[in-house]
């Protein structure tokens, strides 16, 4: 309880991270209203941090972290339950893949609050990348010589129809959170994030094969780090 208490809240003041957003949604959100998530790192993070006072508040993806269902989704759930606020948190790899459905929720007056956590990149497939000694190559908004993409997804969903608040610490965000189930509209919430700052550790090993030959010592590392792993592997399910 402690470490998720901790990774749930942050001071009002700083940079807010994905683990905090989740606590700070988890808040904002009624004990009817619903969480509505599908890709990324942001599952497995909602799995271990939020709180659930509903059996029907908690609508997230997980068979095959389908991405770009996130908003879709959320017109879905808001359809069959207008009586429950609904909050999708999405990530901004996930989000670039079906923006185009806030349209459709403007157009049809299907209010959502959408949480736009913007890591600048993919962090979670960074991370992935990193723990196999590949060193998070391509997993950043940056061109061929590292200088970074004038990428602005906050202006992408203003374009689209929807009111967009821009948050830059923990005070403002939950700030604009509660202006956000305030409101009548389809509001997004773009919060940018630390995409090296990751949620608690589940403890658990993902059998993720690393390079076997390879000149890097970071490489070398996972390897090694990957033998000792299989090392301690068990069969549950025999022929």
């Known amino acids: 309880t402690a470490v998720v208490d901790r990774a749930r809240h942050a001071d009002p003041g700083a940079r807010p991270t994905q683990a905090a957003v989740i606590g700070a949604v988890n808040d904002a959100a009624g004990p009817r209203d619903v969480v509505v998530c599908a890709a990324g790192s942001m599952p497995g993070d909602l799995h271990k941090l939020w709180r659930s006072t509903d059996p029907k508040a908690y609508h997230v993806e997980y068979g095959y972290s389908c991405m770009g269902y996130e908003i879709a989704g959320g017109i879905g759930v808001r359809l069959a339950a207008p009586d429950r ?14 923006p185009s ?5 403007v157009a049809e007056g299907v209010k ?5 956590v913007d890591n600048q990149g993919f962090a979670s497939i960074g991370r992935l990348s990193e723990s196999v000694g590949a060193q998070r190559l391509g997993t950043a908004y ?12 906050g202006a992408n969903a203003a374009s689209l129809g929807a009111e967009v608040l821009r948050v830059t610490t923990m005070a403002e965000l939950r700030a604009a ?20 700052e990751a949620g608690p550790d589940g403890g658990a090993w993902w059998d993720v094969p690393v390079a076997e030959v390879s000149t890097t010592a970071e490489a070398q590392a996972a390897r090694s780090g990957y ?10 399910l025999h022929p």
């Not at 606020?85 to 893949?97: P, T």
């Not at 061929?144 to 602005?152: I, K, Q, T």
């Open 142 to 153: 940056q061109d061929r010589e590292g200088a970074p993409l004038p990428v602005d997804l």
């Open 177 to 196: 959170l509660d202006a956000a189930k305030a409101s009548d509209r389809t509001t997004v919430v773009h919060v940018r994030t630390d995409p090296m």
């Open 101 to 105: 459905e806030l349209v459709t929720a």
């Open 112 to 116: 959502l609050v959408v949480v736009l």
């Open 85 to 98: 606020e609904v909050f999708v948190l999405v990530g901004d790899g996930s989000y670039l893949m079906l």
């Open 227 to 236: 033998e000792t792993g299989r090392k301690a592997r068990r069969t549950h």
